[in-house]
């Protein structure tokens, strides 16, 4: 089923009640959703509104964090990994779900974060196992760099708002295929800002989505390897069909 063909029911109804497992906190102070728990859906509309308010974005983003991590513990062709927002903590959160149970009456959810309040920059590390989706890490830490810079963060929600009237508001979710994820790896996230520039016209940014893969070999070595992978895209802009 195609992304667009289920946003009237993720839309308005804005996800079932889920059973999250495999989430695990980052040193951000994010909270981990423990096995079982009922997601709150609430996290969900919320945001939905929220997104629609530039000043309210503005204060949202600068408050959260931008990252999170999970281990996915099956196989998946996709995961949509869907922004959240609780007004009474003011926390920004992730709820993630695979490609596969994004489905009308669906109740089983990967996982579920809720964001701390300290932004962190990627650390340096010498990636291995890349492969042609790879970033190299300094690409990485610019855009990470940049969504963690007010000045930088705030001229792209302003353009967002003023040059696209058709596609109101902010992002609601990121599509990640299968490529960024492998089963037992541990997946650290975190929100970023891309430059786009057309000839002739200024810097313009996308929000984007990194993704840091942290694995072990086989074959007895007992190292844990890391790689750095960008193929997601947000929902809005509507420009892909993933499913």
């Not at 667009?4 to 951000?28: A, D, E, M």
């Not at 859906?41 to 999170?68: C, G, P």
């Not at 903590?89 to 996982?111: K, P, Q, Y």
């Not at 962190?120 to 690409?139: Q, R």
Request: proline fraction near 4%.
């Amino acid at each position: 089923m195609k992304i667009k063909q289920k946003f009237p029911y993720l839309i308005g109804i804005l996800c079932s009640v889920g059973i999250l497992y495999s989430c695990t906190t980052s040193s951000s102070e994010n909270e981990m959703v423990k096995s079982e728990e009922v997601i709150d859906n609430s996290l969900l509309s919320h945001w939905e509104k929220a997104r629609l308010d530039k000043d309210q974005v503005i204060k949202i983003f600068s408050s959260n964090s931008n990252t999170f991590h999970f281990t996915k513990e099956a196989f998946s062709s996709k995961v949509h990994a869907y922004l959240g927002y609780n007004p009474e903590t003011e926390s920004l959160s992730f709820t993630i779900v695979t490609a596969e149970s994004d489905t009308v009456g669906n109740t089983s959810f990967l996982a579920q974060s809720i964001l701390g309040s300290e932004k962190e920059e990627l650390s340096f590390f010498s990636t291995t196992a890349e492969n042609a989706n790879s970033i190299p890490w300094d690409v990485a830490h610019e855009r990470i760099s940049n969504w963690n810079n007010d000045d930088i963060r705030n001229q792209w929600i302003e353009e967002r708002f003023t040059n696209n009237p058709s596609e109101l508001g902010i992002v609601k979710l990121f599509i990640i295929p299968e490529n960024d994820f492998n089963y037992g790896d541990t997946h650290q996230c975190y929100l970023g800002l891309k430059e786009v520039q057309k000839e002739g016209e200024p810097i313009r940014y996308q929000v984007d989505l990194i993704v840091v893969n942290t694995f072990e070999r086989s074959g007895g070595r007992t190292a844990s390897e890391r790689n750095i992978e960008d193929i997601s895209y947000p929902i809005p802009p509507f420009q892909h069909g993933g499913e």
